[in-house]
């Protein structure tokens, strides 16, 4: 008997009564909605019985999370008997269940952000709670904290988002019809009509391919991110800057950007063979295209709109000298729009403006705009000379507000390289570089660095490997030249481990002509974290790195790596060892007149960095942040931050609301006692995770039969290698397939073990009094209890027949009786009597989505077996249950 056979009138009830929708729930009556015309789309291609079949696998994986063991049988018995082709549909149906059940969730996220405002004390995490919690502060020291706020966001291409861009495209347009459907203002006829735009477009979703054909390449990528700014960003951020200048910088038209964004699609080569210095140009100038259409658009619609006649407008004599300019600058743009405009001057300035920005998109004879800056102070005349503050304060601000977040190109591009082929590529250029040690190395490279010679030594015939390194730092300087240093100006420097490797980068980036490149150091192991400040120590005191970093008005930044640390010595060590980092690194700037700024390159699962992000920012040590933070948003995160606007703006405005707090009220200096007793934790959890992962030679053979680490290649998710050498071993696995792997089976290992060991064998009254007087303990607590929630030891179990019955054995109780030690104690630390007690909102939304995920999970059971025995044809299904999990539990690492 196959799945789609073994439906019982009983069971068909059963399934049909699941999930059962509270009348005054709207989360739960729109999510039953979406089921039930995904029911119709279902029935009509595939037949009426394979739906009642899917709500009925759905109904038994509900039992078998409630402990049903015969249902467990009768389930995994039904799979073996079904053939591959038999269980495709029941892939596509749950996991479309599963991303319509996350859509109905981030519309009761925007519904919740919509109860809250206009509310004094605003929604948590918000604009307007930093501004109440900031009323008794300096007036004047918060608008100076808010116009001077230096928060950039860098969305990355690693890991990518799991979905295809076409099944995000017809998700949001779900999201929006579903705003017509339940919008009580408009007809029957047009609710209806929306409700046929829902069923065509889960029709058209259902015959839409759940994986990709083809491997992404860098321009998918690169065009990926820019879907972002285009779709939602560009238009979100006028209005988090109006909050922003309404609620805390005591002026409602201020222009200042309270946030800013970077970008690494097309930059990061960093073990990365994809991306190629060739690729820099074409990046750079697809940021610069769109940025200058969106702006022209904007402007043109605002020309459409501004019909004001000059005899109603306080037209001063600057606006009138700069049509006079502009009329002589652009004769053909003033003869083919002829005497009509003016008697309507703001209209045509602004038909001038969009001129301008035509002509800086495509330069010709005519002259465009040099900078945003010339482009901003034409717009500021508009302004001036609206004679209306309801209409200066419109959508002329919002655009100002735009030219100042994106300027000419949207999202500053960051290179990244490994420190290995930098090292590489200058030993290959610099006489006796090679085998010398540490303080020859900085010598050698200060004198080149000083010397007036910057190209000698060349290779002629070095490798391909420094030919390559030197072809990028020249693309770079040509980069340089013709985009400025705004569109491109740092190069991430990865894996370093001493000074050295710093002045390798900029010794090339000078020889090259690539000057105005900063470099930042990243990172990213534990050891390297605690020799961060040995490190910059050095540079510091280093008279050629001192050099350009004074030209830089004393500016550096720093970046810390959060997905290889915890790797590398587990999250809790991790976790220490980056807030030691942060807190020597910004008392040793202080002490050199150094302008840090920590770039915190976070990904989207708790192990790399992820989780609370408003809550994450508030628990950095004391005096770090000072108004100024890099933060990387990741794969899909960036969808689930910012697929729709006003989710967008509550992401956005949770980042400033922190960045702000922490800076005017950051927390009180640890006691002694909780950072010895943090120390010893950390050497706990480091002993007792190196013990598993590092140590025990068979768990490298472990990881790979418990979790689809090595299928996980066809799913065509990006650009990058699973593996940054030859060897596939732990030490060269990245961080984020070591994530994704885990999350699959969704045990989410890396993201707690080693913390059930660090925490039992502590003083339970002082990891209490930790947890209630030190934001840090509390943070790393509310990530645990979170992700420790999310873990699904029953799930997982599942698994265990993929593992050799020896390896099971011996490794599973290790990892169970971890798991139990982590749960008791943070559930004895916080005093709750199960997890996620204290926040209901989170527990419903994370248990909304478990009777979808679990029979995805024991379908891919299934089919990792089969796969594994040979049979190819099993694979597609295979990697379309992969795509299916990583979208429900809204992770890829």
């Known amino acids: 008997m196959t799945v789609s056979e073994s439906v019982t009138p009983a069971k068909a009830e059963a399934a049909g009564s699941e999930p059962s929708p509270g009348a005054g729930d709207p989360l739960d009556?729109?999510?039953?909605?979406?089921?039930?015309?995904?029911?119709?789309?279902?029935?009509?291609?595939?037949?009426?019985?394979?739906?009642?079949?899917?709500?009925?696998?759905?109904?038994?994986?509900?039992?078998?999370?409630?402990?049903?063991?015969?249902?467990?049988?009768?389930?995994?018995?039904?799979?073996?008997?079904?053939?591959?082709?038999?269980?495709?549909p029941f892939i596509r149906a749950c996991a479309m269940a599963l991303a319509l059940a996350n859509i109905a969730e981030a519309r009761e996220r925007v519904r919740e952000r919509r109860r809250y405002d206009g509310d004094a004390g605003g929604q948590r995490e918000s604009i307007a709670e930093a501004a109440f919690s900031l009323r008794d502060e300096d007036p004047g020291r918060v608008t100076e904290l808010a116009s001077a706020l230096e928060v950039e966001l860098v969305l990355t291409a690693h890991p990518t988002e799991a979905r295809r861009r076409s099944i995000l495209d017809h998700q949001r347009r779900i999201a929006a019809e579903l705003e017509v459907v339940h919008d009580d203002r408009l007809g029957a006829s047009e609710r209806e009509g929306a409700r046929g735009q829902i069923r065509e477009t889960l029709a058209i979703w259902w015959q839409t391919d759940a994986v990709r054909r083809l491997r992404l390449n860098v321009e998918d990528e690169v065009q990926n991110v820019l879907f972002f700014f285009e779709a939602v960003l560009f238009d979100a951020v006028p209005a988090l800057s109006a909050e922003v200048a309404r609620r805390l910088s005591g002026d409602s038209a201020a222009v200042a950007a309270p946030v800013r964004f970077g970008s690494w699609a097309g930059g990061d080569m960093d073990g990365n063979p994809s991306v190629d210095p060739d690729g820099f140009l074409p990046t750079l100038e697809a940021h610069r295209r769109l940025a200058l259409r969106l702006l022209r658009d904007r402007v043109s619609a605002l020309a459409r709109s501004y019909s004001q006649g000059a005899d109603h407008l306080p037209v001063g004599r600057p606006l009138l000298a700069s049509l006079e300019r502009d009329a002589n600058d652009l004769p053909r743009a003033a003869e083919a729009m002829g005497a009509r405009w003016?008697?309507?001057?703001?209209?045509?300035?602004?038909?001038?403006?969009?001129?301008?920005?035509?002509?800086?998109?495509?330069?010709?004879?005519?002259?465009?705009?040099?900078?945003?800056?010339?482009?901003?102070?034409?717009?500021?005349?508009?302004?001036?000379?609206?004679?209306?503050s309801n209409v200066s304060n419109g959508a002329i601000t919002a655009l100002l507000r735009q030219v100042a977040c994106f300027g000419f190109h949207l999202a500053r591009l960051d290179a990244r390289q490994s420190a290995g082929p930098l090292r590489a590529a200058a030993a290959a250029l610099i006489p006796g570089l090679e085998d010398a040690d540490e303080e020859t190395r900085e010598r050698l490279l200060t004198e080149a660095l000083l010397s007036s010679e910057a190209g000698a030594g060349e290779a002629p015939e070095a490798d391909d490997l420094v030919q390559r390194v030197l072809q990028t730092f020249d693309a770079l300087a040509l980069a340089g030249e013709r985009f400025g240093p705004e569109a491109l100006d740092t190069l991430v420097v990865s894996m370093v481990e001493s000074?050295?490797?710093?002045?390798?980068?900029?010794?090339?980036?000078?020889?090259?002509?690539?000057?105005?490149?900063?470099?930042?150091?990243?990172?990213?192991?534990?050891?390297?974290?605690d020799g961060a400040q040995a490190t910059l120590e050095a540079l510091y005191s280093n008279q050629a790195y001192r050099e350009q970093l004074d030209a830089r008005s004393g500016a550096q930044d720093v970046m810390l790596g959060y997905s290889d640390s915890a790797k590398d010595a587990s999250f809790l060590a991790s976790q220490w060892?980056?807030?030691?980092?942060?807190?020597?690194?910004?008392?040793?700037?202080?002490?050199?007149?150094?302008?840090?700024?920590?770039?915190?390159?976070?990904?989207?699962?708790?192990?790399?960095?992820?989780?609370?992000?408003?809550?994450?920012?508030?628990?950095?040590?004391?005096?770090?942040?000072?108004?100024?933070?890099?933060?990387?948003?990741?794969?899909?995160?960036?969808?689930?931050?910012?697929?729709?606007?006003?989710?967008?703006?509550?992401?956005?405005?949770q980042t400033v609301a922190a960045v702000m707090l922490g800076t005017a009220l950051p927390p009180a200096r640890p006691e002694d006692a909780f950072r010895e007793e943090m120390e010893a934790m950390a050497g706990r959890s480091r002993v007792a995770y190196n013990a598993l992962v590092n140590d025990d030679e068979d768990f490298m053979s472990f990881l790979t039969q418990i979790t689809p680490l090595n299928e996980l290649a066809g799913l065509n998710i990006g650009s990058r290698p699973a593996y940054r050498g030859g060897a596939m071993d732990i030490e060269d696995l990245r961080a984020i397939p070591w994530v994704f792997a885990w999350m699959q089976n969704r045990l989410v290992l890396p993201s707690w073990y080693g913390a059930g060991a660090a925490l039992a064998e502590g003083d339970l009254d002082l990891h209490r009094r930790m947890w209630r007087d030190w934001s840090f303990f509390r943070s790393v607590c509310d990530m645990l209890e979170m992700v420790l929630f999310k873990s699904d030891l029953g799930v997982a179990k599942r698994y265990l027949g993929l593992v050799a019955p020896e390896l099971a054995e011996r490794l599973w109780p290790v990892i169970v009786e971890e798991h139990a030690r982590a749960v008791d104690r943070v559930l004895a630390i916080t005093g709750k009597d199960r997890l996620l007690a204290g926040a209901p909102s989170l527990c419903a939304r994370l248990e909304h989505r478990n009777p979808w995920i679990d029979p995805l999970s024991h379908i891919q059971v299934e089919l990792l077996h089969r796969v594994r025995a040979g049979d190819e044809g099993a694979r597609e299904a295979l990697l379309t249950t992969v795509a299916g999990i990583a979208a429900g539990m809204q992770n890829t690492g």
């Not at 039953?32 to 394979?50: C, N, S, T």
């Not at 010794?507 to 990213?524: D, I, K, N, Y």
């Not at 030691?580 to 915190?600: D, K, P």
């Not at 890099?630 to 960036?638: D, K």
């Open 29 to 88: 009556r729109e999510t039953e909605f979406l089921f039930e015309l995904l029911g119709e789309v279902v029935a009509e291609q595939e037949g009426a019985e394979m739906w009642d079949s899917v709500r009925s696998l759905h109904a038994d994986a509900a039992a078998i999370r409630a402990g049903d063991e015969d249902a467990a049988e009768r389930l995994i018995g039904r799979l073996r008997q079904s053939p591959d082709p038999a269980l495709a």
């Open 342 to 388: 003016r008697a309507e001057p703001l209209r045509f300035k602004l038909n001038f403006i969009e001129w301008r920005l035509a002509n800086t998109l495509e330069p010709g004879d005519d002259p465009g705009y040099g900078s945003p800056e010339e482009l901003a102070g034409d717009l500021e005349l508009v302004r001036a000379g609206t004679g209306s």
């Open 499 to 529: 000074a050295s490797d710093v002045l390798c980068a900029l010794w090339l980036a000078q020889r090259s002509g690539a000057s105005h490149l900063r470099v930042t150091p990243l990172f990213e192991t534990v050891d390297d974290l």
């Open 577 to 653: 060892a980056l807030y030691q980092a942060q807190e020597g690194l910004a008392r040793q700037a202080e002490t050199h007149g150094v302008t840090l700024r920590f770039f915190h390159g976070r990904g989207g699962s708790p192990s790399r960095g992820g989780g609370l992000s408003h809550a994450a920012i508030l628990a950095q040590p004391p005096d770090t942040v000072h108004g100024r933070i890099r933060i990387t948003v990741q794969g899909e995160t960036i969808s689930a931050r910012y697929s729709d606007r006003q989710l967008a703006l509550r992401s956005l405005e």
